[in-house]
């Protein structure tokens, strides 16, 4: 009789792969499936019955920033307790390797400026025992995980690493700094990363900025300069190259353009990011999904982050950038080294007429779908303020005649930046929008940002969102669709070969659910003590999910973590550094 290490009895079994579900059992062995039908024969050290339930692949999410946190939280939450099993870190060209002692504290500036990661919390968390990428993969491979990692190399810290921080933002490497670039590159994809990151905004209405106020490195290099660091991955013949070039109305998609050119049947894969839905914008999808069309019909071959879930933004003045950091008003906010300072700022009668002629002038491309939706949800203990409560900008300043701008400065001011904003759903509120978008055979959700902007919003529960939304509630998706989008199509787009999908050989990434239990609380993220220090974050609430496996190990039960971290480190590429070293002879 066969004995597996686990066995998934009576699910109905969703595999990942469109296939229609079925009836049947899942065996286990060494964190892989073994075996899939009628297993009534066999025994198992471990049972689980799955008895009218969803037996499914993990979900896998491409866009995640737990670089950081995964050195204090090894479920990445609220990624893991919402069933992703897999994550890939370092998105956007923002991390933490390679790095010099001297830059240490530069770098954490940066990922605070960029992706609001508190460098209070980055000097209680990382050890900083790693100065090469392979070192830095090391540690990650030696930390206790409850998901499985991948990472880019950022392309941010590799240009300071090489050039230093003053010559990478202005001027193009050397021939010699190329080919130190080149170098880094295969070693880091050598030791496991999955390929390169990075964000090429430019400077006009681009969020992403350093601590001194300026684009970061990758935003203003040079198209060709960009074109020639990826021919790095072009020679190797593999990994990804994840690009933020494009974003509503921001930026130039002809970068994209020219990158698909290059890395056209070379083995390269590239994400394009990103693709929005708006209630402002309706005709944003249709206008998208032509150009990826366009480029998929010329014979280009690139996959497209798109953002659909129902998030939203919740934050002060001191976070404003999260929601519409592409307005130079709002990032002089962010440049501000303290409340004081924003104090001074938002009270200067130029500053106020500047944002507001701004704002006219580029309106709902910003905010979250505006700031006229914003409601707010605190503006401290001043009595005279509590009236506002609840009650969008835009209505308070229809109220008082003023424009929106004008209203919220006001009340940040008289709060003593006590205020605090609920954003509306960054993303459509129609449904038929989020299902074009997201069921395009070329496009891969993303848009949790898990670990970043903790203090703005949580959504690495967006896959639970997704499932709710357009499965149980408007019924615009199967089960088998949503489950093969949220995991083996996300798999495939990274180059995992041997997850997202229930089949025999593949990692036993497993989820088991009831439908009717899943659950996501729309009205308010929750807060939660658990950043180092006792710090705050937010996060959302919502899980319902009976099991949660990873590598064939239970890691979360009824949404509570069981302690088990079988996570591991994904490489999707083979060491080649020995042909790399003949071909260089």
Not at 39 to 67: C, F, M, W
Not at 244 to 262: F, I, P, Q
Not at 306 to 331: H, K, N, Y
Not at 537 to 558: D, F, S
């Amino acid at each position: 009789m066969t004995t597996y290490d686990t066995i998934i009895r009576g699910g109905r079994i969703v595999d990942g792969t469109g296939y229609p579900a079925f009836r049947g059992d899942i065996g286990i062995t060494g964190g892989r499936i073994a075996a899939i039908g009628n297993l009534a024969r066999a025994e198992a050290r471990r049972v689980i019955d799955a008895t009218g339930k969803i037996v499914a692949p993990g979900h896998v999410n491409q866009h995640s920033h737990y670089d950081v946190a995964l050195f204090w939280d090894p479920y990445c939450s609220n990624a893991g307790e919402n069933g992703v099993t897999t994550v890939v870190n370092a998105n956007c060209g923002f991390g933490v390797a390679p790095v010099r002692e001297r830059d240490r504290e530069r770098t954490m500036e940066m990922l605070e400026t960029t992706e609001q990661i508190p460098v209070s919390h980055q000097r209680a968390a990382l050890p900083w025992d790693w100065e090469s990428f392979p070192e830095y993969l090391a540690r990650v491979e030696g930390l206790a995980k409850g998901v499985n990692i991948l990472t880019y190399v950022p392309l941010n810290p590799l240009l300071v690493y090489v050039m230093g921080v003053d010559a990478a933002k202005t001027r193009r490497p050397t021939a010699a700094e190329m080919a130190e670039i080149h170098r880094l590159i295969n070693e880091a994809m050598d030791a496991g990363a999955i390929g390169i990151s990075m964000s090429c905004m430019g400077a006009e209405g681009n969020s992403h900025l350093d601590s001194d106020g300026t684009p970061m490195p990758t935003d203003v290099l040079e198209h060709e300069v960009v074109l020639d660091i990826c021919r790095a991955l072009v020679d190797r013949g593999e990994g990804v190259i994840q690009l933020l070039s494009h974003l509503v109305v921001y930026g130039d998609r002809g970068l994209t353009e020219r990158l698909a050119e290059l890395t056209a049947g070379s083995g390269v894969n590239i994400i394009h990011n990103a693709f929005m839905t708006s209630d402002l914008m309706p005709g944003k999808v249709e206008e998208d999904l032509a150009w990826l069309d366009g480029q998929l019909a010329e014979g280009k071959e690139l996959i497209a982050n798109v953002l659909v879930s129902r998030g939203w933004i919740e934050a002060g003045m001191r976070q404003l950038d999260v929601s519409c950091g592409m307005l130079a008003a709002v990032r002089r906010i962010a440049a501000c080294k303290s409340d004081a300072e924003v104090l001074g700022l938002v009270s200067d009668p130029d500053y106020r007429r500047a944002f507001a002629e701004e704002y006219a002038g580029k309106g709902p491309t910003n905010g979250a779908n505006g700031l006229e939706g914003q409601i707010v949800i605190n503006v401290g203990d001043d009595p005279e303020l509590q009236r506002h409560m609840d009650r969008t900008l835009g209505e308070i300043a229809a109220e008082q005649g003023r424009n929106v701008v004008e209203t919220m400065l006001d009340l940040a001011t008289r709060s003593g930046l006590a205020l605090q904003l609920r954003s509306p759903q960054i993303s459509s509120t129609d449904p038929r929008q989020a299902r074009r978008l997201f069921s395009h055979y070329a496009t891969v959700l993303g848009g949790s940002d898990g670990g970043a902007h903790t203090k703005s919003f949580g959504m690495g529960h967006a896959p639970t969102d997704v499932i709710l939304w357009l499965v149980r509630e408007e019924k615009l998706m199967t089960l088998e669709e949503m489950h093969y989008h949220l995991a083996y199509k996300v798999a495939r787009s990274v180059q995992i070969k041997d997850r997202g999908a229930l089949l025999p050989g593949y990692w036993a990434d497993v989820l088991i659910y009831d439908l009717d239990e899943l659950y996501f609380d729309m009205r308010r993220y929750e807060i939660v003590h658990d950043m180092p220090g006792g710090d705050w974050r937010r996060k959302g609430r919502a899980g319902g999910y009976a099991y949660i496996l990873v590598n064939g190990e239970i890691t979360h039960e009824r949404d509570k973590p069981t302690g088990s971290t079988p996570g591991r480190l994904v490489r999707i590429c083979p060491d080649r550094s020995e042909d790399l070293a003949l071909a260089a002879e």
